[in-house]
């Protein structure tokens, strides 16, 4: 994996766990966790194949989370300050796709 993506990767995941908590306890957010960091990394790559994609993605930026956060009511005023600083990383299309996976049975 290159480490370019990282951050577009932990932050698509982050997202994607906060958007969609687990139902349950400590093990099955442990779990949903790791499948969205799997998921996300997987799209990503697809999404990035070469290093010429990750460098445009370096240039140009993920785009962030404000739109996604607006499709599933997400409170944007919880979102402002330096504590949510990841949601910049978070890559829209990364995100789409990773939802696909995870929502796909046989794939999640």
């Not at 698509?12 to 957010?29: C, E, F, I, M, N």
């Not at 790559?45 to 739109?67: E, K, M, N, W």
Request: proline share 6%.
């Amino acid at each position: 994996m290159s480490a370019d993506l990282s951050p577009v990767i932990a932050a698509t995941a982050q997202w994607l766990v906060r958007a969609y908590p687990a139902a349950g306890g400590a093990l099955s957010t442990a779990l949903a966790e790791t499948q969205a960091r799997q998921a996300a990394t997987v799209a990503a790559r697809l999404l990035h194949p070469t290093p010429v994609d990750v460098a445009l993605l370096g240039i140009v930026g993920p785009g962030g989370s404000a739109r996604l956060d607006r499709l599933v009511g997400a409170d944007a005023g919880a979102t402002d300050g330096a504590e949510h600083g990841w949601r910049t990383w978070v890559d829209e299309t990364v995100a789409s796709w990773a939802a696909c996976l995870l929502a796909d049975p046989a794939l999640a």
